[in-house]
């Protein structure tokens, strides 16, 4: 089943998710043997396409409870990058 994370920094995270960065990409490197098939993952980002301010995450997962599991266990979750996310199931239509 498909999930979208969606997940906003909390002010002044930047410095803390730079510090967690190779630990998030190898946790997402590590996960998809475990359940999780991670198809689109990338910073959300300010308008001048550069400023990270986020995250979003399109992941293939079991059910619900696999998805909020993948989420609670990121680095970036457990660092307190993010203020507040939100995961919403989908189906995918195109693309």
Do not use: C
Request: hydrophobic residues 45%; without cysteine; aromatic residues 10%.
């Amino acid at each position: 089943m498909l999930f979208v994370i969606h997940a906003l920094d909390r002010p002044g995270a930047l410095p803390v998710r730079l510090a967690n960065y190779d630990a998030h990409k190898a946790y997402l490197t590590a996960i998809e043997g475990e359940g999780v098939k991670t198809l689109m993952s990338g910073p959300l980002v300010e308008d001048d396409g550069q400023t990270m301010k986020g995250s979003l995450f399109v992941v293939d997962v079991a059910d619900r409870a696999a998805a909020e599991s993948f989420h609670s266990s990121d680095p970036f979750f457990t660092a307190g990058v993010w203020q507040q996310a939100t995961i919403t199931a989908y189906v995918k239509r195109v693309g």
